[in-house]
Each structure stands twice: as C-alpha cells, then as structure tokens.
C-alpha cells in the first residue's frame, strides 16, 4: 500500500519570500508523484507530477519538486511566493499499474498556503 | 480541449433521498474517477470506470455505485443519503488509468443533505 504524509497542516509567509511544502511518501515499489492545488471552491489543478524521470520537477507558476529517494520525500517548493498562491496544496500519489490500481490516487491531508503582505 | 465537466455543481437533499451526479471526461479519456472530499476525511477515492467496467473500488458502502456510458461520461449514485454523504464530490478523467497518467479534475458537486 502507498501513503503520503503532508508535514504541515498550515503554512504562512510573507509575499516575495520562498515556499516550502513539505511530503514524505511510503511505497513499496517506485512511486508516480504529484501536486495538486485547489483554490476555494474550486477543483484540483496539477502543478507537476513526478514519473521516474528527472529527480527535480519543474511545475507551473514557478513551483517545482525534488524527489528524493533515499528520504522518501517530495517536498514542493517556489523561490518567491505570491498573493494568488494562496490555496491548499496537496501532495498525491497513485496506485501501482499491476495491481489495477494505476488510476487510484492516495491524498495527502493537505496544506493550506497562506500568503501575507 | 474542453475539461471535465460535472452536472449539477450544487445540490441540496434530504435524508433518506437519493441522488445522481454526473461527468463528462474529456474527449478521448476513457477512465472516470470519482472522489470524496470532507473536512474531516479528506480527499478519498470511491471508485475508477475505464471503458464502462468498474476497474477499481474504494472502501465505501453499497449505497455509492456508479456506472459509465459508452461515451465515457459517469454517473455516480447515492442512495438512502446520509447527513455524513454531504461533500463535494469530484469527478477524474485521465486518458488510460497508467499510474504515471495526470489525471484531470472536474469543478466538482457540492452536495449537502439536510
């Protein structure tokens, strides 16, 4: 079974300064990875997934992921956050292809960005 | 491409009612799935249609069932509603069900039962 843990329920900056959001997955077998956001009342919108590729992701709007094996993490990141940044992020992955679980995606709890002038 | 559209985006019901939500993935994908969201359970999967086969079920009770057309678009249906069933439920599209596929998320239907 796949699991992720977001490490922070809610985090604040300041407008210009950098984001850090923090996951930790738990696999048995090489992981597909993803982030999502959803803005209030709205759906979810990827901002980069991670496919065995290239360790470090790059994502819309300035964000992007390092995938690190050995620490079992994927922690998102963006050098200069923004007012419109604001929203919950969520830390995702799928289901293994052999198992007919491909399709199924495993949440993280989310963290709610809060961007402050 | 149009996105994955979802009808109605809001509802209201009471309990014991029924209700059926629907999605249209977008054109080409032929997997549907269908998620939960709660404030006190989170995000969590119900279950996947590819090719309107149920190819993968989440861990909720026989009251939430679902079916898909042979043009892809999904229902999904829950019965003898619950005050707990209020959500908003969001529909996925994504091409092949590979688990290195993005999936693509509808606006979602916000459900409450009263």
Same mark, same amino acid.
Not at chain 1, 64 to 81: Q, V
Not at chain 2, 30 to 54: A, D, I, K
């Given at each position: 079974?796949?699991?992720?843990?977001?490490?922070?329920?809610?985090?604040?900056?300041?407008?210009?300064?950098?984001?850090?959001?923090?996951?930790?997955?738990?696999?048995?077998?090489?992981?597909?990875?993803?982030?999502?956001?959803?803005?209030?009342?709205?759906?979810?919108?990827?901002?980069?997934?991670?496919?065995?590729?290239?360790?470090?992701?790059?994502?819309?709007?300035?964000?992007?992921?390092?995938?690190?094996?050995?620490?079992?993490?994927?922690?998102?990141?963006?050098?200069?956050?923004?007012?419109?940044?604001?929203?919950?992020?969520?830390?995702?992955?799928?289901?293994?292809?052999?198992?007919?679980?491909?399709?199924?995606?495993?949440?993280?709890?989310?963290?709610?960005?809060?961007?402050?002038? | 491409?149009?996105?994955?559209?979802?009808?109605?985006?809001?509802?209201?019901?009471?309990?014991?009612? %029924?209700?059926?939500?629907?999605?249209?993935?977008?054109?080409?994908?032929?997997?549907?799935?269908?998620?939960?969201?709660?404030?006190?359970?989170?995000?969590?999967?119900? =279950?996947?249609? =590819?090719?309107?086969? %149920?190819?993968?079920?989440?861990?909720?009770?026989?009251? =939430?069932?679902?079916?898909?057309?042979?043009?892809?678009?999904?229902?999904?249906?829950?019965?003898?509603?619950?005050?707990?069933?209020?959500?908003?439920?969001?529909?996925?599209?994504?091409?092949?069900?590979?688990?290195?596929?993005? %999936?693509? =998320?509808?606006?979602?239907?916000?459900?409450?039962?009263?």
């Amino acid at each position: 079974a796949q699991s992720v843990t977001q490490l922070d329920s809610h985090v604040s900056v300041s407008e210009g300064t950098p984001v850090l959001l923090r996951c930790n997955y738990s696999s048995s077998y090489s992981p597909s990875l993803f982030w999502y956001v959803q803005h209030p009342n709205k759906g979810l919108q990827l901002l980069l997934k991670y496919t065995s590729a290239a360790t470090l992701v790059k994502g819309i709007n300035g964000f992007e992921a390092e995938f690190k094996k050995s620490e079992t993490s994927f922690h998102l990141t963006k050098p200069s956050a923004h007012m419109s940044d604001a929203a919950e992020y969520f830390c995702v992955v799928s289901g293994r292809v052999n198992t007919g679980t491909a399709s199924k995606l495993t949440f993280g709890t989310g963290t709610r960005l809060q961007v402050t002038l | 491409k149009a996105g994955v559209t979802q009808t109605p985006r809001y509802l209201i019901k009471t309990r014991g009612q %029924q209700v059926t939500l629907s999605c249209s993935p977008i054109s080409g994908h032929r997997s549907v799935s269908w998620y939960q969201q709660t404030p006190g359970q989170g995000l969590q999967f119900l =279950f996947e249609y =590819f090719s309107e086969t %149920q190819r993968n079920k989440g861990n909720f009770p026989g009251r =939430f069932s679902g079916r898909q057309f042979s043009n892809s678009r999904s229902e999904m249906n829950v019965s003898t509603l619950e005050l707990g069933d209020s959500a908003l439920y969001l529909c996925a599209s994504n091409s092949g069900g590979r688990s290195t596929d993005t %999936q693509y =998320f509808g606006p979602g239907t916000r459900l409450t039962v009263l």
